[in-house]
């Protein structure tokens, strides 16, 4: 069997969870085993799913709570743990790479799930040189795409091939577009007649949903039954609910918290829009284009995740006014398509978990081969 520990994750629904989550689950249960080292004693909302699949999840003391005990607690896990293979999502999981070369395992992968951050001088420089420090450590270099590889390890790295692209492959069939789930769910959320958009992120500053709370005001002056569906927690929602009130736009948000029926809801919503300020490739975006449905997104995100053709970029420079404009046109447009058909282009591609997870687990079983003999 392949032991995997990954480092570091929260299990509370973000897009490296779910990339893990997805992945795991397609896979030989009795061949490959996934373990976790989460930051703080919270306990993620997806934990209980990993535990199900015979995870162990280890908790250890933030870095900057007692640093001491957690460099302790992290070199304890990885020195007992026999493991074949230690993954760390991104730079700053660097120091699992330097426990697991001092304690000696083989295979050290550092994995890109980010790209078009927007850094300070000082941020910046402080990734260069985790990212120098990890270059010296790891074994090998995976990204989420092309441009989230280009912007941790450089274009020279990636031109040469030094970095493998690890698709952010999802279970297709699990969100393709139903009608009945969708009249279910627009029935009981008293959504029948409403334009329903949606967002499905952490309500966090990177996310943007600030903008997007603008973009809704002048969206509902073009369409009165408007409806925004915000699905996610994070530490900005006191803000955002605040904000809404501000606006006049309370009776047109609605707040649902994180959700295990995403699937669902996405038959259920009409346009996906996601303003982020940064991102890598984000999963909820396969996600939505196996749903069927259209999106307008901020053009700070990679636009090789536009498989259907149906994901429209814009600037965030441009005004909240001009995005409603877009997004109001492009449904008017576009509103007939066939949303079902439109999922089912994605499926037996680089973004199909059925063939991925598959993919990852041999690539996992020779990169041990190779460098076991080394």
Not at 151 to 156: T, V
Not at 203 to 227: A, D, G, R, W
Request: aromatic fraction near 10%; include cysteine; proline fraction near 2%.
């Amino acid at each position: 069997m392949i032991k995997v520990l990954h480092l570091f994750t929260t299990l509370d629904g973000g897009g490296v969870e779910s990339f893990l989550y997805n992945y795991y689950s397609h896979m030989d249960l009795a061949k490959i085993k996934f373990d976790a080292i989460v930051p703080g004693s919270e306990i993620g909302y997806m934990e209980s799913n990993f535990i199900g699949l015979n995870s162990e999840v280890f908790h250890v003391k933030r870095f900057r709570e007692n640093p001491i005990k957690h460099l302790k607690d992290v070199a304890t896990i990885i020195k007992n743990g026999n493991y074949d293979i230690v993954h760390c999502h991104g730079y700053k999981s660097t120091i699992g790479l330097l426990f697991a070369r001092i304690f000696g395992c083989k295979v050290r992968i550092i994995h890109s799930h980010m790209a078009f951050v927007n850094e300070s001088l000082g941020e910046r420089a402080y990734r260069m040189f985790l990212t120098y420090i990890s270059k010296l450590f790891a074994t090998n270099k995976f990204a989420c795409g092309v441009d989230a590889a280009k912007w941790l390890f450089g274009d020279k790295d990636y031109k040469t091939g030094n970095v493998m692209v690890i698709d952010n492959a999802i279970d297709l069939s699990k969100y393709a577009y139903n009608e009945s789930v969708r009249s279910k769910l627009r029935s009981e959320m008293n959504l029948e007649e409403n334009f329903v958009l949606g967002n499905v992120a952490r309500l966090t500053y990177q996310k943007n949903q600030s903008f997007l709370l603008h973009i809704m005001k002048e969206l509902v002056v073009l369409n009165p039954n408007s409806k925004l569906l915000l699905i996610g927690e994070g530490e900005d929602r006191n803000n955002l609910e605040k904000e809404c009130r501000e606006l006049g736009i309370e009776n047109h948000v609605k707040f649902l918290g994180v959700r295990k029926d995403v699937p669902e809801l996405l038959s259920a919503i009409d346009f996906f829009v996601l303003p982020s300020r940064y991102e890598g490739l984000p999963v909820v975006l396969v996600e939505i284009q196996a749903a069927g449905l259209q999106a307008c997104i901020s053009d700070k995100i990679t636009r090789e995740i536009n498989v259907t053709g149906d994901i429209s970029y814009l600037s965030l420079d441009i005004t909240p006014k001009k995005w409603a404009e877009n997004i109001f046109n492009l449904y008017t447009k576009n509103h007939m398509i066939d949303r079902f058909k439109l999922g089912k282009s994605m499926e037996n591609g680089k973004y199909d978990i059925m063939y991925q997870a598959e993919k990852l687990y041999k690539l996992y079983l020779e990169l041990i081969k190779q460098l076991k003999k080394v």
